[in-house]
């Protein structure tokens, strides 16, 4: 019998095209050596243009799935993305309580990458008190960073690390910037890729949690996910008429291309 591979339990919508959210995740994690565990917290009607509507389960199914989930497993960190309402926040915060010891990965996604809303001001509100402050990891992109406040009031609000994406800003080079309470950690620039792609923020953070489910420390874990969230988008491929969608499986892939 084989060894069990590190199990990461990630909370998210689930995406119907398979490029962002809960699938994203999956992929995410199984690409990167481990076994993912998963809690759907909405159901999304999209595509890889946009989200046309979400609805979002209720939050004492959210607690059930992940209840009987951790009663019998032991999880090596916890991913979080599209949490879909405001109950489920605090329902999926009281479950993280439990488990201090275990590294959270926050996603704070505030709305897809066509700007459909993914949150509303309960929702952030309820982000900021209750899983803010338990977040190993804070993964918003500028846009977000700057709705939340900055990198040093969610560093303040209790979250040990933020990392900065710079996708949405200008330039030849995407410049991400990790911070903890002391300051700059680490900057990584990225040589900037064309066109957009559907589901780029989730196969980070979902990166980073599978890193730091292998052990690696923060900073490595933060340098790890990107290379291997540089080369899924250098891989990416466009299976609709929308966005790109990164391939998170690039390396089975490879030798095929040559």
Known sequence: MSSCPPIVL???????????????DLLTLAGMGCHALSVVTALTVQDTSGVESMHAV?????RAQA????????????KLGVLGSAGNIHAIAAILEEYPQVPVVLDPVL???????????PMREA????????????????????????????LDAGCEYVLVTGTHEPGDQVVNTLYDRS????????????????????TLASAIAAALANGLGVPEA???AQEYTWQALAAGFRPGAGQLVPDRLFWTREGSKE
């Open 10 to 24: 990630t909370f998210a919508a689930s995406d119907p095209s398979g490029g962002a959210g809960l699938q994203a």
């Open 58 to 62: 209720e939050p004492d199914r959210v």
């Open 67 to 78: 209840e009987l989930l951790l009663a019998e497993t032991r999880v090596a960190a916890f």
């Open 111 to 121: 709305t897809s990458g066509r700007g459909d809303t993914l949150s509303d001001e």
């Open 127 to 154: 982000l900021r008190e209750r899983l803010v402050p338990q977040s190993t990891v804070l993964t918003p992109n500028s846009i977000e960073a700057r709705r939340l406040g900055g990198a040093q009031s969610l």
């Open 183 to 202: 300051g700059v950690v680490r900057e990584d620039r990225w040589p900037r890729l064309p066109g957009s792609y559907h589901g780029s923020g989730c």
């Open 222 to 224: 933060v340098r790890d």
